[in-house]
């Protein structure tokens, strides 16, 4: 079925115009509040996907919570949610010559004319990208994955990081329709038009799924859609094991190192500030876990004073 929308949606686009000959559409990332599952619409405070996860296995990015026994590391876990609001979408082509190569270059994609036709290739796609494309293997992947797509972070209130997370790649899709995509100008709203060939086969997007053999892979998000990614997915967390007693930020960042082009980078953090409190303990982590409160959530934003 996802071959077939696959084969429909490139058979139906055409190359665009040369860059040289057109402005470009471009995509608009927008980092949702953090903890925010399908992002918001109201007060972010009431985004609650987070937790405090103690696991006995620190090796195991995929460890089940305890709440007794020995405890060898926590996690504060969270979902991050990035919306595309800008005029164009966000797509890019993956590719390798052959399967000796480990990894696929990746181009970006730009629509260049209003409703009009979309890159249907890596060769079509205008704009070489920094990043890669990988084939994650975990069990709980079996795909191929964005590098550089987005970051975590832990960071004093002065903006000091502590904490980054671990995770390394993202397979994007249409995952859900933001609050506000009603109001986007260029939102897939025929399914017949380019951006609506597009969206269909971006909803059912699984990135190569089970196919290391892939030579080529296409990810991305059309304007009016988000891709959000819960708490308990794998490295979907920061470690708070040796974070002592205090107040912090925690920053989501989509395009962290702008490697991939876009409108606006000013919307690509969302913040929380929260207040991490350990009881008096014993040594190791055996006897208590800590208290994490949120204080306050700034979304669109990189700090989070209280």
């Not at 405090?52 to 991050?80: N, Q, W």
Request: hydrophobic share 40%; with cysteine.
């Amino acid at each position: 079925m996802l071959a077939a929308a696959a084969g429909v949606f490139l058979a139906l686009s055409a190359a665009p115009p040369a860059v040289a000959e057109s402005p470009l559409l471009l995509p608009d990332l927008r980092q949702a509040p953090v903890g925010c599952a399908g992002g918001w619409d109201s007060d972010p405070l009431l985004c609650t996907d987070w937790d405090v996860c103690a696991v006995a296995d620190a090796s195991s990015p995929s460890a089940h919570c305890v709440t007794s026994g020995h405890i060898a590391a926590v996690r504060l876990r969270f979902t991050a949610s990035e919306e595309n609001i800008g005029d164009g979408p966000l797509l890019f082509y993956a590719h390798r010559d052959s399967t000796a190569q480990p990894t696929m270059t990746v181009r970006q994609a730009f629509q260049t004319v209003p409703h009009g036709p979309i890159p249907a290739s890596f060769t079509a796609a205008q704009r070489p990208s920094r990043t890669t494309a990988y084939y994650e293997p975990a069990p709980a992947h079996v795909h191929w994955h964005l590098l550089n797509f987005e970051r975590f972070q832990l960071r004093t209130q002065s903006g000091d990081a502590l904490v980054t997370d671990r995770k390394n790649g993202f397979c994007l899709g249409d995952r859900y329709a933001p609050a506000d995509a009603d109001m986007l100008a260029y939102r897939a709203r025929d399914d017949d038009s380019p951006e609506g060939k597009l969206h269909t086969f971006l909803v059912g997007n699984m990135c190569g799924h089970a196919d290391p053999n892939a030579l080529d892979v296409t990810e991305g998000i059309s304007v009016g859609s988000g891709d959000d990614y819960k708490y308990d997915v794998d490295f979907q967390w920061l470690d708070i094991t040796k974070v002592p007693s205090g107040v912090y930020t925690v920053v989501n960042t989509v395009n962290p190192d702008h490697t991939l082009i876009e409108s606006d980078y000013n919307n690509d953090s969302s913040s929380l500030a929260i207040s991490i409190r350990w009881p008096t303990r014993k040594d190791g982590l055996d006897a208590a876990l800590p208290v994490v409160s949120v204080l306050r959530s700034c979304p669109g934003r990189e700090r989070c004073p209280v």
